[in-house]
C-alpha cells in the first residue's frame, strides 16, 4: 500500500524528472514576454482557446519547455506547436516570486502535457 510519505515521494521524483527535461533559460530577455498567452509570431497558439465574437473557440496550446527567472518573477516559456516561436508567460498569479510555489505550479502545466510521466 502507498503510504502519503511515498505519495511526496513520488511527487519529488517526477519534479526531478521535470526540471531534468525543461530548460532553465538564464536569458530571458531573448524571449519575448506575452501578456496574453498567445504565441507573439503566429497568434494561433497560446492558452487553449482564445475567445472570439460569439465564444470560445479552441485554439492549439503553447508547449512548455522551460521557466526563466525574470525582474517581476519566474515566468514559464513555452514553444508554439505552429511556428515554434519561444515566448513566455507568467501563467502563474501567487507563486510568481517564491520558487517552491511557482515549481508547483510549473509541476502541473507540465504534467498535464506529460501524464505518463
Ligand atoms: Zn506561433
Known sequence: ????????????????????????????????????????????????????????????KGKLIGYCSTPYGYQMVFECPHCFTKYRYHNCTTGRNEWHTFKSELFLVWILQNPFA
Open 1 to 60: 500500500m502507498m503510504t502519503l510519505i511515498d505519495g511526496f515521494d513520488k511527487v519529488s521524483q517526477i519534479e526531478e524528472k521535470m526540471l531534468s527535461e525543461i530548460t532553465h533559460f538564464a536569458q530571458y530577455d531573448d524571449i519575448p514576454y506575452v501578456a496574453d498567452f498567445k504565441c507573439p509570431e503566429c497568434g494561433e497558439t497560446g492558452e487553449g482557446y482564445i475567445h472570439k465574437p460569439g465564444g470560445y473557440v479552441e485554439m492549439d
